[in-house]
């Protein structure tokens, strides 16, 4: 997931002195931020009803104080760029917030919310806002779509506060408009103060406040640090320099009148990312939880206050850009992850020196058959993986370290395939059955003719299941063909476990089993149906002794049962059937029931 540069505003925790500065329950008077203004929230209280008792506004609804404020504070800004505009409202995961963000320079005259959000915090999310959750939670229902903006639009914040608990909130803009206007992105003209708006800082830094003014006589500091205001003694140039947090003032004294000005100042804990221990598994891992890592990361250090975000580059981390999703789809082999420690009360607050190793080590895929078939007239087969991985170790039961071996005897061959990264190794294992298989023989083949379904079996030798197959037509399992038509054909047999095949020619005709030559003009012919669809057929038939009885072809195809102009005696007489085939060689027809019977 594509993460811009996030800038980030303070949550104070300085008791109600300092809370009271930072939050108006007012529209009227609402905070007015900018670029680099730190926003502290906690709400004190409901303020006057600045929608006229209104029903609703966008998502929100009347509370049961018969308005739709409920503990309220108000902010606006303006922005001071064009682009992407989001932000990120961080509240305690116990407590219940909702938002609304109006567009406009009026509040009399606010209209519907551009962006708005009621949901209660059932989820405990961390964040609430409009964008994306910068903890990497991409199915937090309490955000809402980015804004486009250009400059000069204003814009007034709406928070209301639910819960009986009231821990105060943070508010940290971002989208990539902070990428192309780091320092403008939102217009600070709004805000009219001699010492600039709010100042957010890092604990190892100073910070130096400047009250110069042309006219001035004196001037004299103050400090509130929670506890009241004070005079910081031996304080009276124009600058003051500062490292503590708190509300500073300073009262310029000229000839003209004194006046005085007042600027909030915040320092952010300075995070320390503590190492990381690298991490590894085997595939089969789809997503990584890179949260897991978060206590690592942090040590002890508050949660509450500090950010863990994972990029794939150094420059990301240093950047605050581009950070990984939780729910982190792993990479095969190994990534390196770098870690960035983040203030949420001010994103120039962070620690990205930390990284570790993500190893997704891939398994070998054994993808290939478990069952493999020696012919018997074959001196070997090859079984294994065909496309083996340079980087893998194979090893067979049989002592090959080959991804593939020949084998020549039947039998089980076992191969594991490990693949070794960064002292993981992950393994697999398939074993193959290696079993003697014979190519198809033709026992027989029944010709069943003379009919309408003309049937055509093939016995073979039964050991194995086989594949048939009639003339050119697809291979069948069944050994049976029906409707054949007469003619020559061609049947084929197959072993489908790759041990050869075997074809037969046939010729499928029809004659009748008896037929009576007694003068009654009813089956007084025997003759051969079909032989006209073979080439030079040549018909002879025998008794029972074998003697040549009488010789048949196409042009003289029918019989009457004499010999030599006598008529023979009841019996049964058999044929034999030749014809020429296609490269000219005269054979006899094969597996025909070749008998029948005369009866007077």
Same mark, same amino acid.
């Given at each position: 997931?594509?993460?811009?540069?996030?800038?980030?505003?303070?949550?104070?925790?300085?008791?109600?002195?300092?809370?009271?500065?930072?939050?108006?329950?007012?529209?009227?008077?609402?905070?007015?931020?900018?670029?680099?203004?730190?926003?502290?929230?906690?709400?004190?209280?409901?303020?006057?009803?600045?929608?006229?008792?209104?029903?609703?506004?966008?998502?929100?609804?009347?509370?049961?104080?018969?308005?739709?404020?409920?503990?309220?504070?108000?902010?606006?800004?303006?922005?001071?760029?064009?682009?992407?505009?989001?932000?990120?409202?961080?509240?305690?995961?116990?407590?219940?917030?909702?938002?609304?963000?109006?567009?406009?320079?009026?509040?009399?005259?606010?209209?519907?919310?551009?962006?708005?959000?009621?949901?209660?915090?059932?989820?405990?999310?961390?964040?609430?806002?409009?964008?994306?959750?910068?903890?990497?939670?991409?199915?937090?229902?309490?955000?809402?779509?980015?804004?486009?903006?250009?400059?000069?639009?204003?814009?007034?914040?709406?928070?209301?506060?639910?819960?009986?608990?009231?821990?105060?909130?943070?508010?940290?803009?971002?989208?990539?408009?902070?990428?192309?206007?780091?320092?403008?992105?939102?217009?600070?003209?709004?805000?009219?103060?001699?010492? &600039?708006?709010?100042?957010?800082?890092?604990?190892?830094?100073?910070?130096?406040? =400047?009250?110069?003014?042309?006219?001035?006589?004196?001037?004299?500091?103050?400090?509130?640090?929670?506890?009241?205001?004070?005079?910081?003694?031996?304080?009276?140039?124009?600058?003051?320099?500062?490292?503590?947090?708190?509300?500073?003032?300073?009262?310029?004294?000229?000839?003209?009148?004194?006046?005085?000005?007042?600027?909030?100042?915040?320092?952010?804990?300075?995070?320390?990312?503590?190492?990381?221990?690298?991490?590894?598994?085997?595939?089969?891992?789809?997503?990584?939880?890179?949260?897991?890592?978060?206590?690592?990361?942090?040590?002890?250090?508050?949660?509450?206050?500090?950010?863990?975000?994972?990029?794939?580059?150094? &420059?990301?981390?240093?950047?605050?850009?581009?950070?990984?999703?939780?729910?982190?789809?792993?990479?095969?082999?190994?990534?390196?992850?770098?870690?960035?420690?983040?203030?949420?009360?001010?994103?120039?607050?962070?620690?990205?020196?930390?990284?570790?190793?993500?190893?997704?080590?891939?398994?070998?895929?054994?993808?290939?058959?478990?069952?493999?078939?020696?012919?018997? =007239?074959?001196?070997?087969?090859?079984?294994?993986?065909?496309?083996?991985?340079?980087?893998?170790?194979?090893?067979?039961?049989?002592?090959?370290?080959?991804?593939?071996?020949?084998?020549?005897?039947? &039998?089980?061959?076992?191969?594991?395939?490990?693949?070794?990264?960064?002292?993981?190794?992950?393994?697999?294992?398939?074993?193959?059955?290696?079993?003697?298989?014979?190519?198809?023989?033709?026992?027989?083949?029944?010709?069943?003719?003379?009919?309408?379904?003309?049937?055509?079996?093939?016995?073979?030798?039964?050991?194995?299941?086989?594949?048939?197959?009639?003339? =050119?037509?697809?291979?069948?399992?069944?050994?049976?063909?029906?409707?054949?038509?007469?003619?020559?054909?061609?049947?084929?047999?197959?072993?489908?476990?790759?041990?050869?095949?075997?074809?037969?020619?046939?010729?499928?005709?029809?004659?009748?089993?008896?037929?009576?030559?007694?003068?009654?003009?009813?089956?007084?012919?025997?003759?051969?149906?079909?032989?006209?669809?073979?080439?030079?057929?040549?018909?002879?038939?025998?008794?029972?002794?074998?003697?040549?009885?009488?010789?048949? =072809?196409?042009?003289?195809?029918?019989?009457?049962?004499?010999?030599?102009?006598?008529?023979?005696?009841?019996?049964?007489?058999?044929?034999?059937?030749?014809?020429?085939?296609?490269?000219?060689?005269?054979?006899?027809?094969?597996?025909?029931?070749?008998?029948?019977?005369?009866?007077?």
């Amino acid at each position: 997931m594509s993460r811009f540069v996030i800038l980030w505003f303070v949550l104070l925790i300085w008791g109600i002195s300092a809370v009271s500065a930072q939050v108006s329950s007012d529209c009227s008077s609402a905070i007015p931020i900018c670029n680099n203004t730190p926003v502290n929230g906690g709400t004190t209280g409901f303020g006057i009803d600045d929608f006229n008792s209104a029903e609703t506004s966008g998502c929100l609804e009347q509370t049961l104080s018969g308005v739709i404020e409920s503990n309220s504070a108000w902010y606006r800004f303006r922005t001071g760029a064009s682009g992407q505009l989001g932000f990120n409202i961080g509240i305690d995961t116990l407590e219940d917030w909702d938002f609304a963000l109006y567009k406009s320079d009026d509040c009399n005259n606010l209209g519907e919310p551009v962006r708005c959000n009621f949901f209660d915090n059932q989820d405990e999310n961390t964040f609430i806002g409009v964008g994306e959750d910068p903890s990497g939670d991409t199915e937090n229902v309490q955000y809402e779509t980015w804004l486009e903006v250009t400059p000069g639009e204003d814009y007034y914040l709406l928070l209301n506060n639910f819960s009986n608990n009231n821990s105060g909130f943070s508010i940290q803009f971002s989208g990539h408009i902070f990428v192309t206007n780091p320092f403008d992105a939102l217009d600070c003209s709004i805000i009219n103060n001699l010492l &600039g708006p709010p100042i957010a800082a890092c604990e190892n830094e100073t910070v130096i406040l =400047d009250a110069t003014t042309v006219d001035a006589l004196s001037y004299s500091w103050f400090v509130d640090s929670g506890s009241g205001i004070t005079q910081v003694p031996g304080e009276n140039g124009p600058t003051y320099e500062v490292s503590t947090s708190g509300n500073y003032s300073v009262e310029v004294a000229r000839s003209a009148g004194n006046f005085n000005s007042d600027v909030q100042v915040f320092f952010s804990a300075m995070p320390v990312a503590n190492a990381v221990t690298d991490d590894a598994s085997c595939s089969g891992l789809e997503v990584y939880d890179l949260s897991q890592k978060d206590i690592e990361v942090l040590g002890s250090q508050n949660a509450n206050e500090f950010l863990v975000s994972y990029h794939l580059t150094i &420059g990301d981390a240093v950047d605050g850009v581009n950070a990984l999703p939780q729910e982190y789809q792993a990479q095969a082999g190994s990534q390196t992850i770098f870690v960035r420690l983040t203030s949420i009360g001010n994103k120039k607050c962070f620690d990205a020196s930390q990284h570790f190793q993500l190893v997704n080590l891939e398994t070998p895929n054994l993808d290939f058959s478990s069952e493999a078939f020696l012919c018997e =007239d074959n001196a070997g087969i090859t079984i294994g993986l065909e496309n083996g991985n340079s980087n893998y170790v194979y090893q067979w039961s049989s002592g090959e370290t080959t991804p593939t071996i020949i084998v020549s005897v039947a &039998g089980e061959y076992k191969l594991t395939a490990t693949n070794t990264q960064s002292g993981l190794s992950c393994s697999a294992s398939k074993v193959v059955n290696v079993v003697t298989s014979r190519p198809p023989q033709i026992i027989d083949i029944e010709i069943e003719d003379l009919r309408n379904n003309n049937t055509v079996t093939v016995v073979t030798d039964a050991l194995e299941e086989y594949e048939y197959r009639l003339d =050119d037509g697809a291979y069948q399992t069944g050994h049976k063909f029906y409707q054949v038509e007469p003619g020559m054909h061609t049947i084929s047999v197959s072993n489908p476990k790759g041990c050869g095949d075997v074809t037969e020619d046939i010729v499928v005709i029809g004659f009748p089993k008896f037929f009576t030559p007694n003068g009654d003009n009813s089956n007084d012919q025997w003759s051969i149906t079909g032989v006209d669809l073979l080439d030079s057929p040549v018909i002879t038939i025998y008794n029972r002794f074998g003697k040549l009885l009488a010789q048949l =072809d196409a042009t003289n195809s029918q019989w009457d049962g004499s010999f030599n102009g006598k008529l023979l005696p009841e019996s049964d007489y058999w044929f034999k059937l030749t014809y020429t085939t296609a490269d000219g060689q005269i054979v006899t027809a094969k597996y025909i029931n070749n008998h029948f019977s005369l009866k007077r």
